[in-house]
Every structure is written in structure tokens, then in C-alpha cells.
């Protein structure tokens, strides 16, 4: 299988890395995995247009940024996984700016036509916080299971790893979240 991950913060070596970084190893030992790091790219804000909602064949966004090139690289995969600090109770900027991009990949909302490019696609979200779960990495996690069913996938589950301090502190927590992913996601651990 191929597996898609996206980290979402801008700090490259940081708590959501890390753990992120284990999964992909457990992960890549019998699956390819693709690494989206979103900070490095440039993944402009929706502007709400619409034109992208005639185009029903491929990601139809009319931005010229690397939006589009992302999500091509997204297609093909079986499994997303979206990986975010918590931050202001919600993702990051930047993984906001590329979800909210997402906006191209469905076409007919709601009506018979009703479409996503990546229907059918098992998705996990994977949250590190300096906080509680409780009252702080609540929100994330609906908007997470409203986003996936808004473009047709299979929620595989949603981890959340809570006073994330640092990334040598997070330790065995990083790891056992890790293998259980890996093992939900494609039965490995
Ligand atoms: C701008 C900003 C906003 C944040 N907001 C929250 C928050 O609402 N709740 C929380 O528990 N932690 C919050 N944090 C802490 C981060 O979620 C936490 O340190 C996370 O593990 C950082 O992940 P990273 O090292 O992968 O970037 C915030 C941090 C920053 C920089």
C-alpha cells in the first residue's frame, strides 16, 4: 500500500515529528510512504471562487502555488495521514491553509453528483499538545471526523498525544502511539 503522511508544523524536529517519524518507519517496512511536509511548500489560503468546483476530474484549483501538486501526489495513496501540533485549539496555519485547499477535490456537495477524488481513502489524524485532551484537542478531532466525511473517507482513528513537552521527553508515550497506529492503520507493529 502507499501511505501519504502530512506533518503540519513548521518545526521539522519537534514533538509531532517525532512521533510522526517513528510511524513512518514501522510503516515503511512492507508499504511505501510518501512524506508531505507542508511547511515547505507554498499552500496559499482558499479564495472561496469556486471555479475549481467545474473541474471534476482532477484537483482543479486555479491557484498558481503547489497545492495542486500535493494533492497529485495524494491521489494515488491509500492511506492520508495527517499529522499537527495543536495549536489555538485547532491545526496549524499552515495544514488549515491545505485542508481548506481540499475544497477542490469534491465536486456536487451533497446533491446526486456528489464526488471526491480521494473517496474511499482511510485517514488518521495524529495531534501532539502542550495541554489536556479535555476542553483543548477536542475541537480538532470533530473538525477531523467533518473534514473526512466532507471528502468520502474512512476515518481510521485519531490520536492525540497530550503534554507533549519535548520530543526526548515524549520517550516510550511517542513509540507506543506510533506501534498502535501502524497497527490500526495497516496491522503492523
Ligand atoms: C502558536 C501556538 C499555539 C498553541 N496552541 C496550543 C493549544 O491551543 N493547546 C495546547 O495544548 N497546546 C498548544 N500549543 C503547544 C503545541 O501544540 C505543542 O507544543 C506541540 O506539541 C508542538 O508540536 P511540534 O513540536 O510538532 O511543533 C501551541 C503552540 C504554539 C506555538
Same mark, same amino acid.
Given at each position: *500500500? ?8 513548521? /518545526?521539522? %524536529?519537534?514533538?509531532?515529528?517525532? &512521533?510522526?517519524? =517513528?510511524?513512518?518507519? =514501522?510503516?515503511?517496512? !512492507?508499504?511505501?510512504?510518501? /512524506? ?6 507554498? &499552500?496559499? !489560503?482558499? =479564495?472561496?471562487?469556486?471555479? $475549481?468546483? +467545474? ?12 497545492? %495542486?501538486?500535493?494533492?497529485? /501526489? *495524494? ?19 499552515? *495544514?488549515?491553509?491545505?485542508?481548506? #485547499? ?5 465536486? !456536487? ?8 477524488? @480521494? ?9 501532539? $499538545?502542550?495541554?489536556?485532551?479535555? %476542553? %483543548?484537542?477536542? =475541537? ?5 471526523? /467533518?473534514?473526512?466525511?466532507?471528502? #468520502? $473517507?474512512?476515518? &481510521?482513528? +485519531? ?17 507506543? &502511539? ?6 490500526? @492503520?495497516?496491522?503492523? $507493529?
Amino acid at each position: *500500500m502507499k501511505v501519504t503522511t502530512i506533518l503540519g508544523s513548521p /518545526r521539522k %524536529n519537534g514533538n509531532t515529528a517525532k &512521533v510522526l517519524g =517513528l510511524l513512518e518507519k =514501522l510503516l515503511a517496512q !512492507g508499504h511505501k510512504v510518501d /512524506r508531505i511536509d507542508i511547511a515547505d511548500f507554498q &499552500v496559499r !489560503g482558499c =479564495l472561496g471562487c469556486g471555479a $475549481c468546483k +467545474k473541474i471534476t476530474d482532477q484537483p482543479g484549483c486555479v491557484q498558481d502555488d503547489e497545492a %495542486n501538486a500535493l494533492f497529485e /501526489r *495524494m491521489l494515488d495513496s491509500d492511506i492520508l495521514i495527517y499529522a499537527s501540533p495543536l495549536y489555538s485549539w485547532g491545526f496549524t496555519s499552515q *495544514m488549515k491553509a491545505f485542508i481548506d #485547499r481540499h475544497f477542490c477535490l469534491v465536486t !456536487g456537495y451533497g446533491g446526486p453528483d456528489y464526488q471526491s477524488l @480521494i473517496a474511499g481513502k482511510r485517514l488518521a489524524l495524529l495531534v501532539t $499538545c502542550d495541554g489536556p485532551i479535555e %476542553n %483543548n484537542a477536542d =475541537l480538532i478531532q470533530v473538525a477531523f471526523e /467533518r473534514i473526512g466525511d466532507y471528502v #468520502r $473517507c474512512d476515518l &481510521v482513528g +485519531k490520536y492525540i498525544i497530550p503534554f507533549s513537552s519535548t520530543p526526548d521527553a515524549l520517550k516510550d508515550k511517542a513509540i507506543e &502511539v506510533a506501534r498502535q497506529m501502524a497497527k490500526d @492503520i495497516v496491522g503492523a $507493529c
